[in-house]
């Protein structure tokens, strides 16, 4: 079996809470997008019910063996669409900074940096919530 030369960081926000839930896998799957909703899941308030949003990934919402737990629903933007979706602020974000320009002996040396990137946009106040909050996403009227 060949070993993995790629990694993905998979991450769910909510700039409401200014808060982010991510796993890292060498696999892009419906088992690893099971994994991340499960992930997502426990992230979620009690008694609270999660829109995840989400891109039309074969891996995502097509999958027929795909685990959505009961407190999560996906809703899957339209195609070619990713200007609507508030993650891609993060992952700029990440690409342009912590995860720009660099060379790795391992996946493991990824897989590292992948979770040092995380914790650093995590632990810094307000960055989920700048990165992520459309006004479309947030309630608040579209000025016209």
Not at 29 to 45: G, N, R
Not at 49 to 61: E, P, Q, R, S, T
Not at 72 to 91: D, Q, R
Request: net charge negative.
């Amino acid at each position: 079996m060949a070993a993995s030369s790629s990694v993905w960081l998979f991450g769910a926000f909510c700039p409401e809470r200014d808060a982010g839930a991510a796993i890292v896998v060498e696999t892009v799957s419906t088992e690893a997008m099971s994994a991340h909703l499960a992930v997502i899941s426990q992230a979620v308030l009690p008694d609270n019910h999660a829109a995840v949003l989400i891109d039309g990934a074969g891996f995502h919402a097509k999958a027929k063996h795909l685990v959505v737990p009961s407190n999560l629903t996906l809703v899957t933007f339209p195609a070619y669409s990713p200007e609507l979706n508030p993650a891609e602020g993060v992952w700029e974000f990440l690409k342009g900074g912590v995860l720009a320009n660099r060379l790795y002996r391992s996946v493991d040396e990824i897989i590292d940096r992948c979770c040092v990137a995380w914790r650093s946009l995590i632990d810094e106040p307000g960055r989920i919530r700048s990165l992520c909050s459309y006004v479309w996403l947030m309630g608040k009227p579209v000025p016209t």
